[in-house]
């Protein structure tokens, strides 16, 4: 019994419980055991400083800095590494096992499938040492707390800070947060971004693992689970946006054609014929959402709840998200449509949206053009998922992994104006093609009157990102300039709905929204 300390029950010093395990350290050194194992220590039963408890098992610091195991030797989790010395305080979980030596440095072993083994850089001014289930915890000399492995319920409670956060990604246990410098910042069960961490334009999450674009057009991966191993998209070329699933990934290329990453199950790699014009993609639980240049969406994979079947009429869609089992499409009014896993389009707050993303089955989370978020679905199974952070303003964008929702607050803008214009009678008239665009538009400018002209993009918020040109325009002329997706300092800008504006010193002035989709 876990319970019940053994007798005779006096001179305990130390006691450390996991699930049906107990153990405690008495004043004369020794070590008992009592639970789901009852294994005594190894004798000389005496000398013992430390102990920790773990799943069916315990560890003990002797005297001499070494550590002994007793129990359950689950997943490696008794196999001190050599040498087995210098050790002042272990921890133990289910599977794997810290110790922390007495140079400030700790050493992991056993199961590492959430890397619960392998403690945050700098290792190094450790003080102590605490094991979860599948996570670890270091407190260093200076205070703080380092958190390391599994983060599906926010054990770690760390995030990464960034300065000029444009876009994020989150899945079962892993968090990605790319960067206005094109870093990647990582946390939960993943390693960092592989080096040189620079020159990537956009991140995405699949099962165990990660994937990034670079600005040159090539996808890196890394992490991945259980024998899945993540390898690029071949060619690893002229790739322009991708998007990652459950078990597979998909790459837009630059020719508007899709490629897959992953396994052949559920007709996944099937890109229906012709495979070109795509402009968006995103990938769901095991199956695929393509959005073409002509609004329409293609869907291919498995369709054991009708999510193949998106609804008449299949036109005007600006935007795409992937759930498990329901697909979602953004029109351009802002109004979003559902179809597949019964999931219904709520009647209130589906309405000036500019990004949408799908949570599992039952979630679906939107951005409003103020910066707000709105979440609907199914409350019952996951309330906490429906909390959204206060205050609800200033976000830029959202995304949904399978246990949570990330989203960025901030910018990326260069400088801050008003708020965002409403068109008024104007003399001016715009023009924008292709869009949704990547990765660039051409937009034009045409006066009925005489003027000075200025045509700049804004975020949905306001705030100036570029100035496409300033001139004069004679009556009836018009001026063709180019946006590229970047701002003024040549900042990659994530995928969302950004305004092009047209105004002149006679407060005359026209808007035209329009889509980026990376």
């Given at each position: ?12 010093v130390?006691?450390a419980?996991?699930e049906?395990?107990?153990?405690g350290?008495?004043?004369?050194g020794s070590v008992?055991l009592?639970?789901?194992?009852s294994?005594?220590a190894?004798?000389?039963n005496?000398?013992?400083v430390?102990?920790a ?7 003990a610091v ?10 359950f ?5 008794g196999d001190?590494?050599?040498p ?8 133990s979980?289910?599977?794997h096992s ?12 056993g199961?590492?499938?959430h890397?619960?083994?392998e ?7 450790y003080v102590?040492v605490?094991?979860g ?5 270091g407190?260093?000399?200076?205070g703080t707390?380092a958190?390391?492995?599994e983060?599906?319920?926010g054990?770690?409670?760390?995030r990464p800070?960034v300065a000029?956060?444009?876009?994020i990604?989150?899945s079962d246990?892993?968090g990605?947060?790319l960067?206005g410098?094109g870093?990647?910042?990582?946390w939960?069960s ?5 080096e040189?961490n620079?020159?990537y334009?956009q991140?995405a999450?699949v099962?165990?693992?990660?994937l990034?674009?670079?600005d040159?057009?090539?996808v890196?991966?890394w ?5 899945y ?20 990934a ?14 052949t199950a559920n ?5 229906p014929e012709p495979n070109?014009?795509f402009i ?6 095991d199956?695929?959402?393509?959005l ?5 969406i293609v869907?291919w ?5 009708n999510e ?5 009429p299949n ?8 759930g ?9 009014d802002?109004t ?17 949206l ?5 949570l599992?089955?039952?979630t ?5 053009t103020?910066g707000s ?6 409350e ?7 909390t959204?952070?206060?205050p609800?303003?200033?976000f ?6 399978l246990?949570?929702i990330?989203?960025i607050r901030?910018?990326g ?7 965002v214009?409403?068109?008024v009678?104007?003399?001016l ?12 538009i051409?937009v034009t ?12 993009v804004?975020?949905l ?6 100035v496409?040109w300033?001139?004069?325009?004679a ?5 063709a ?6 701002d ?12 092009v504006?047209?105004?002149t010193?006679?407060a ?8 980026l989709?990376?």
């Amino acid at each position: 019994d876990a319970h019940i300390p053994p007798e005779p029950n006096e001179n305990w010093v130390a006691i450390a419980a996991f699930e049906d395990q107990s153990v405690g350290l008495k004043a004369d050194g020794s070590v008992h055991l009592w639970g789901v194992s009852s294994n005594e220590a190894p004798e000389p039963n005496s000398g013992f400083v430390a102990i920790a408890a773990g799943y069916a098992q315990a560890l003990a610091v002797r005297d001499d800095g070494s550590v002994v195991h007793v129990g359950f030797n689950y997943h490696g989790s008794g196999d001190v590494p050599e040498p087995n010395t210098g050790f002042i305080a272990v921890a133990s979980g289910s599977g794997h096992s810290l110790g922390l030596k007495n140079d400030g440095t700790i050493v992991g072993w056993g199961w590492n499938h959430h890397l619960q083994t392998e403690p945050s850089l700098p290792n190094s001014g450790y003080v102590d040492v605490a094991a979860g289930y599948f996570h670890g915890l270091g407190i260093r000399a200076d205070g703080t707390v380092a958190a390391w492995g599994e983060n599906r319920w926010g054990q770690c409670g760390v995030r990464p800070s960034v300065a000029d956060p444009r876009e994020i990604s989150i899945s079962d246990n892993i968090g990605l947060v790319l960067d206005g410098n094109g870093s990647i910042s990582t946390w939960g069960s993943i390693p960092a971004a592989p080096e040189p961490n620079i020159g990537y334009t956009q991140v995405a999450t699949v099962w165990g693992g990660a994937l990034a674009l670079k600005d040159d057009a090539t996808v890196v991966t890394w992490g991945g689970w259980n024998g899945y191993v993540w390898d690029p998209f071949e060619p690893n070329t002229d790739i322009v946006a991708i998007s990652g699933g459950w078990r597979h990934a998909l790459g837009l290329r630059a020719d508007g054609s899709v490629d897959v990453m992953g396994p052949t199950a559920n007709n996944i790699q099937d890109v229906p014929e012709p495979n070109t014009g795509f402009i968006a993609i995103s990938a769901g639980y095991d199956f695929s959402l393509g959005l073409k240049s002509n609004g329409s969406i293609v869907a291919w994979g498995q369709n054991f709840h009708n999510e193949l079947d998106v609804p008449e009429p299949n036109t005007g869609f600006v935007g795409v998200a992937a759930g498990g089992g329901f697909g979602i499409g953004l029109r351009e009014d802002g109004t979003f449509i559902t179809w597949g896993d019964g999931f219904s389009t709520p009647t209130e707050g589906n309405h000036d949206l500019v990004a949408i993303d799908a949570l599992g089955g039952y979630t679906v989370v939107g951005l409003h053009t103020d910066g707000s978020i709105e979440i609907w679905g199914d409350e019952s199974g996951h309330p906490s998922f429906f909390t959204i952070p206060e205050p609800n303003i200033g976000f830029i964008d959202v995304n949904a992994g399978l246990i949570g929702i990330g989203a960025i607050r901030g910018t990326g803008v260069s400088t801050v104006d008003s708020a965002v214009p409403v068109p008024v009678s104007s003399i001016l008239e715009l023009a924008a093609s292709p869009n949704p665009f990547n990765p660039q538009i051409s937009v034009t400018v045409k006066s009925d009157a005489a003027t000075h002209v200025t045509l700049e993009v804004l975020d949905l918020r306001g705030r100036r990102i570029h100035v496409l040109w300033r001139g004069n325009l004679a009556e009836g002329a018009s001026h063709a300039a180019v946006w590229d997706g970047h701002d003024r300092l040549g900042r990659s800008m994530p995928s969302g709905t950004y305004l092009v504006q047209a105004r002149t010193p006679e407060a005359q002035w026209t808007v035209k929204k329009i889509s980026l989709i990376r």
